[in-house]
């Protein structure tokens, strides 16, 4: 196929599925992706890797699930959003993303596939798919420079080049400007001959500033002069001192520090300058964080606002936002809730039960939780249905208290259903789940179902089981008392009194 088809790839064409065909060898993987378009196969990628000497111990399944994850990695800005056909020669693959296939490493791979929209796994014979078995089979030199463009990289030579080169070019910076000219006049008949990058002219002394330029640049800032002025009017003001034709300002070197030392004021037309100094020289600041940068100028200068400009100068670096790693743990699609500013704009519902069935029928108790004023509204219910449901938190609670903002509850049937989707709709507001076996998420909500229940068993007639007779007194008993947590009762934070 590589011979017989021109060796040119196609952009894809959105609203047709691409086909992802891999293959795994006992020393690499490979992979191409492609298209279908007017019965014509398009390539759009060939992906192509050799296995680590760990990855070569795998089992057979395993390696064909780690060609499928490695292609689906590579070529994720490909295959996001779109239809996927994969194609595999290893049939126990086929079930991939339908059932279990009893294998860790598999599972872990299929879990992470999941974001990816696949909705065939097609198995094709061993005869028919050549394309990624060579790829997977075929080792490149691991010096030719048209894979590490490819991937985004120069090559070694130059990268190498910049690195040895760096020394000489700051040694060099001492030179004439005629002999930096000389050097940097290369001949071009000789394209091996490796030329280090232009380094700017820029020389940064040790002292950062002379005394003459300070006083220079004071003399011509206004606010500076301000102060001056006012000092040799006989203006009190212990936080500047005025000596030797400079203003200084009088800092703590420390938070606990009781003496105080005298810092220059920096002029404002000065502080871009120092700034740059202190974090891209190399001697001096060599692109460290914010805090080494500030407390190196901290102790010698001083100006207004100095934290903000040194942040958003180190902020804005280039360098540093192309080489610094976060650190963070990347956030997830889960996130915790923010409470409600008021009464009644967010609310949690559950059901607690089956309990004994009563006189009344009554097996199951709706608790409603306001989580502002934590108040409670309990309702005993004859099954948990959602039209049970729907009709208690519409009557009882709905045409009682408002609409809230927010509604949560698990993920039980009788909260997640068509009926409950068409009342959001048409009232106006947002359902939203807590994750999956973790009650935790609803926890105001839960903990009233451990406290209710003991209460209730401590007044029913066992003869009777008669409990939802006492389970509005339980609530009005509850909602009376002071909460632990707000320190006050729940009906004097909805009522006022």
């Not at 709905?398 to 409950?420: A, E, W």
Request: proline share 6%; hydrophobic share 35%.
């Amino acid at each position: 196929m590589l011979v017989s088809t021109p060796l040119f790839l196609h952009f894809p064409v959105d609203d047709v599925p691409v086909m992802l065909t891999t293959d795994a060898s006992n020393i690499g993987i490979g992979g191409v992706l492609q298209q279908e378009i007017h019965g014509e196969i398009h390539n759009l990628y060939y992906h192509s890797q050799l296995m680590t000497t760990c990855e070569r111990k795998y089992s057979t399944i395993e390696k064909e699930a780690l060609a499928i994850y490695k292609c689906f990695a590579r070529m994720r800005t490909f295959l996001l959003g779109r239809s996927i056909i994969l194609r595999t020669d290893h049939c126990p693959l086929c079930h991939l993303m339908e059932k279990s296939v009893h294998n860790a490493r598999v599972e872990r791979i299929t879990h992470l596939l999941q974001e990816y929209n696949i909705d065939q796994v097609i198995h094709i014979k061993g005869s028919e798919n050549c394309l990624p078995d060579f790829l997977s089979r075929y080792s490149p030199d691991p010096h030719d420079e048209l894979f590490e463009i490819e991937y985004g990289l120069a090559s070694k030579q130059g990268l190498l080049a910049a690195m040895t080169l760096r020394s000489h070019t700051n040694k060099n910076r001492l030179t004439s400007d005629a002999q930096t000219n000389d050097r940097d006049n290369v001949s071009e008949s000789d394209p091996d001959q490796i030329v280090s990058p232009p380094v700017s002219p820029k020389h940064f002394s040790t002292n950062y500033f002379d005394i003459s330029q300070l006083q220079a640049e004071q003399r011509n800032d206004p606010a500076i002069q301000t102060i001056v002025h006012q000092l040799s009017d006989g203006v009190p003001n212990l936080d500047f001192v005025f000596k030797d034709d400079l203003l200084y300002k009088m800092i703590k070197p420390s938070r606990h520090s009781k003496r105080k030392i005298a810092v220059v004021y920096l002029p404002l037309s000065m502080e871009p300058f120092l700034i740059r100094a202190c974090h891209d020289d190399p001697m001096i600041g060599a692109h460290f964080s914010f805090e080494r940068t500030y407390r190196k100028i901290k102790n010698l200068y001083w100006w207004p606002s100095m934290k903000s400009a040194i942040r958003r100068y180190i902020q804005s670096c280039l360098l540093c936002k192309q080489h610094n790693i976060s650190r963070l743990k990347k956030p997830g699609h889960l996130h915790s809730l923010n409470p409600p500013e008021g009464p009644f704009l967010m609310i949690g519902i559950d059901y607690c039960g089956p309990l004994k069935p009563t006189p009344r029928e009554n097996q199951y108790v709706l608790v409603i939780t306001d989580y502002f004023t934590r108040h409670i509204t309990a309702v005993a219910l004859p099954n948990c249905t959602a039209v049970t449901t729907a009709q208690a938190l519409f009557n009882d609670y709905f045409c009682k208290y408002g609409i809230p903002t927010v509604l949560l509850s698990d993920q039980g049937s009788h909260f997640r259903n068509q009926l409950m989707e068409n009342i959001q709709y048409l009232i106006g507001y947002n359902h939203i789940f807590s994750t999956a076996y973790h009650p935790q998420t609803n926890g105001v909500v839960e903990r009233f179902n451990a406290t209710f229940i003991p209460q209730i068993a401590k007044l029913q007639d066992d003869q009777d089981n008669n409990w939802d007779e006492y389970l509005q007194t339980v609530v009005f008993a509850y909602n009376t008392g002071v909460h632990k947590t707000t320190k006050y009762s729940p009906f004097e934070l909805l009522y006022g009194r």
